[in-house]
């Protein structure tokens, strides 16, 4: 079996060597569940009323078909593509599944979601008649709430000019508050931080921080190539130490790992790696092999993390043992001394058992990134 | 564990300096307990069907657009989003002008329409001195206001976010940014009114007068009256509509600055705003000239400019002369513009039999002395080497007494003294030719100046 990217089985391999395989195309959207098809074609269809720009246009033209060119929606979304919306409703959905997920396994108290609560309710009655409604709207709620949050991340790549143009039809624009139930100035311009690279870096790196790490984030920007973005980062974020890398102004593969590899040495809370590329300059070859070394960097990174974690929680774990088998032994203390040891010994097998947990899922991540760059 | 000790004393320290402290505590805080190690890749995007990157969302990378990755407040505009929604006016009010007119004064200069050439050097200088104003609070403080003013009154300068780039999409092109592109029409609605206040201010040169600290408030003052009176703003605006229109204003937005020399010529103007005072006199010439010069001064006292009466600084009235003198006189070949501003003092102050006093008592004066100085100064001009001479003559008690006619006769007398073929002419024909012409332009003054009725 041999998996290659679309565009290159169209624009790169030669024919005859394509011939000789029976050949099936797989996209993002042939995964969907049936449920996120209806979703995506009511993203489809507001991504298409947004990119329109003209209210009335898409009236006549009408839902289905869309008014908005590819250019359109290019020009509105930054990076559009064919694919593109499924890709953002898989990610959202896992994303917001795994958030429910450790939100439901961390909490003691009830803090989950209403919609949980009433399906859990709904599945433990299920002869009640009166529990289909229920359902029905913990669904629909939820549906909501993921095009919600669908839309907040595709408006973090929606280019500003568009927006304003959709703000400026009021119409419009009250649609997509009732609809999407986002108020459109607010996300965007309140919400989000979209002016420039360090008004964002102030805020957002550290909302976005993954794995316990740090943020890891791909930044578009139609500004010309600046050469002073340390300066500019550093003047408007002072606890941020900025590495810049220019990527068309490396020779060699070799060149980004070490370079990649040097930050995450000495990597220090506040360190930022900033790789600045120009795709007229590198291709966008080289700009996904560049990520795929971030990637891999940084995974590296994060498991080193958690295993010098783990060990030195180990180390410590031994160290209380040793000192509670001392105390035993002495056991002069009294019944409830005894007791509250026990309840910290317990409490710090936990912890490690959490770790050790942790150290699994990283792992299991890993693999899944291995597996996942072989699809791609 | 560090703990931080700020001492403060009640009696001494205000309360905004501890909410300051604490304020500045907290921020230290906030910046101390930032964390985490983060990775961004920063794609720099051309626009339109070059740009091929899609993008796809993953559990790994987050994606964003920044619209530029310099910070807006770092040449005091505002972000974009403390723009949307607000009108030109709003923004401008919210903005910080000393960087922004920083920012901006060159491309105001650029507008305007001098008439006559510059060189390099007064560019340069006059770059200079307007970079020296704007570390000054007072001219930061004036141009804010004013250009406020013209901007909420203008029509043609709104801030539509939406259209805004729909008109131009090359503005994107050109700014790069969204950001760059309401910038671009913030900065370009500053630099086109303050091109305007420019225009007026530097009308004669009077831009240099702000550099005297005395002559400061006076010109403030002037400047906002005549700005308001002439209707500066709007007849620019106007020509501008007009040009719009007719499509001529293809080559950018030109200013003209006026001077108000003899017959159009160029000159530096001393008092602020003289011509400006002159208009309010000549207006006056009609129903005053018959009457005394404190009527005139009573109806100039109307006018509330604060300049009537006797001035406070005499070298005001001197300043004002000598605007006098390249307003209404043409210059004196070869003589320089203090003598003939100081000879026409001097005439005045004959005419008056006491040195003039007050702005009224000079253009009195001068309405009835315009001819007899006209004559002189085409006399002077006529024959250089008589200036000594009739200076001179000038200067002497003994003019005091005489009338127009026995002026004229005198001053005649020194001029022909100085075209005397024994004295020091030489070969030079043309200096004889100039004192025929000198002659000449005597004979043909009009009879009853030299020999009036009364006389």
Not at chain 1, 77 to 104: M, P, Y
Not at chain 2, 98 to 108: D, G
Request: with cysteine; hydrophobic share 40%.
């Amino acid at each position: 079996m041999v998996i290659v990217e679309k565009v290159d089985a169209y624009e790169r391999l030669a024919p005859p060597l394509l011939n000789r395989f029976e050949k099936q195309v797989l996209e993002r959207s042939d995964v969907l569940e049936a449920k996120d098809r209806i979703l995506l074609e009511r993203l489809k269809d507001w991504a298409n009323r947004f990119a329109g720009g003209d209210s009335e246009s898409w009236r006549q033209v009408g839902k289905r078909s869309g008014g908005a060119t590819l250019t359109a929606l290019r020009a509105t979304f930054c990076g559009w593509h064919s694919d593109f919306l499924s890709s953002l409703l898989l990610a959202t959905r896992a994303r917001l599944e795994s958030a429910s997920l450790s939100s439901s396994s961390s909490s003691t108290l009830s803090d989950q979601p209403l919609k949980t609560e009433l399906v859990e309710s709904a599945a433990a009655d299920e002869g009640s008649l009166a529990a289909a409604p229920a359902v029905a709207a913990a669904e629909d709620r939820e549906e909501r709430e993921l095009l919600a949050t669908c839309w907040e991340q595709l408006l973090w790549l929606a280019c500003p000019e568009r927006v304003c143009r959709v703000l400026a039809q009021a119409e419009l624009a009250a649609a997509f508050k009732d609809e999407v139930g986002l108020d459109l100035r607010d996300v965007y311009f309140e919400r989000q931080q979209h002016s420039s690279l360090p008004v964002f870096a102030n805020t957002m790196l550290e909302e976005w921080t993954a794995d316990g790490v740090g943020a890891c984030t791909m930044v578009a920007t139609h500004s010309p190539l600046a050469s002073d973005v340390t300066h500019e980062l550093t003047a408007e974020c002072p606890w941020l130490q900025v590495t810049h890398v220019v990527l068309h102004e490396l020779d060699q593969e070799r060149d980004l790992r070490q370079q990649v590899d040097d930050f995450f040495k000495g990597a220090q809370d506040g360190a930022v790696l900033v790789v600045q590329c120009d795709p007229l300059g590198t291709g966008t070859r080289r700009l996904e092999h560049a990520k795929n070394i971030l990637e891999k960097a940084r995974a590296k990174f994060v498991l080193q993390q958690v295993e010098d974690k783990d060990k030195e929680q180990s180390v410590e774990h031994e160290a209380s043992r040793s000192e509670i088998d001392a105390a035993k032994e002495a056991n002069t203390g009294a019944a409830e001394v005894d007791d509250v040891n026990a309840a910290a010994q317990e409490a710090s097998l936990e912890e490690t058992t959490g770790k050790h947990a942790s150290i699994q899922n990283l792992s299991s991540r890993a693999s899944h990134i291995r597996v996942e760059r072989l699809n791609i | 564990m560090f703990v931080f000790f700020f001492y403060l004393d009640a009696l001494t320290t205000q309360a905004e300096d501890v909410e300051e402290a604490v304020s500045t505590t907290t921020s230290a805080n906030s910046q101390q307990t930032r964390r985490g190690i983060h990775v961004v890749m920063l794609l720099h995007l051309p626009r339109g069907a070059t740009n091929k990157w899609c993008a796809s969302y993953d559990l790994r990378w987050r994606l964003a657009f920044v619209d530029g990755v310099h910070a807006a407040n770092n040449i005091g505009l505002p972000p974009v989003q403390d723009m949307i929604g607000k009108s030109m006016s709003e923004v401008v009010a919210e903005l910080e002008m000393k960087k922004v007119l920083t920012a901006s004064f060159r491309s105001a200069l650029a507008m305007l329409q001098y008439p006559s050439e510059r060189n390099n050097l007064q560019v340069r200088e006059q770059i200079a001195h307007l970079l020296s104003l704007m570390d000054q609070p007072f001219f930061v403080d004036f141009l804010t206001e004013l250009v406020s003013e013209m901007i909420q009154k203008s029509k043609s300068n709104a801030l539509d976010e939406a259209s805004g780039t729909r008109d131009d999409e090359s503005a994107l092109v050109r700014s790069g940014t969204f950001q760059g592109a309401l910038h671009g029409r913030v900065i370009g609605a500053v630099s086109s009114t303050l091109a305007i206040a420019l225009s007026h201010g530097d009308r004669n040169h009077m831009l240099r007068l702000l550099a005297e600290e005395s002559l400061q408030d006076l010109w403030k003052r002037l400047f906002l009256e005549s700005f308001r009176q002439m209707q500066v703003f709007e007849t620019a605006s106007a020509k501008k509509n007009t040009r719009q229109r007719s499509g001529q204003l293809k080559m950018g937005e030109m200013v003209s600055v006026v001077s108000d020399g003899y017959q159009g010529s160029p000159f530096s103007a001393e008092f602020p705003f003289s011509f400006f005072l002159d208009r309010h006199f000549s207006s006056m010439r009609s129903l005053s000239e018959g009457t005394s010069e404190e009527a005139l001064d009573k109806q100039f006292a109307v006018l509330n400019l604060g300049l009537d009466g006797h001035l406070e600084d005499e070298t005001l009235l001197e300043r004002y002369t000598r605007d006098l003198c390249c307003m209404h006189f043409k210059a004196v070949d070869g003589m320089p513009p203090d003598i003939q501003a100081t000879l026409l003092l001097r005439l005045l102050e004959v005419h008056g039999r006491e040195r003039p006093q007050t702005l009224a008592a000079l253009h009195f004066r001068l309405w009835s002395a315009e001819q007899e100085a006209h004559i002189l100064f085409a006399l002077l001009s006529a024959v250089p080497q008589a200036h000594t001479p009739v200076v001179d003559l000038l200067q002497s008690p003994s003019i005091v007494e005489m009338n127009t006619g026995e002026r004229l006769l005198a001053v005649l007398a020194a001029v022909t003294a100085a075209l005397d073929p024994d004295a020091n002419f030489g070969d030079e024909w043309e200096n004889s030719r100039a004192g025929y012409l000198g002659v000449s332009v005597l004979s043909r003054v009009p009879i009853e100046v030299v020999y009036p009725a009364s006389a």
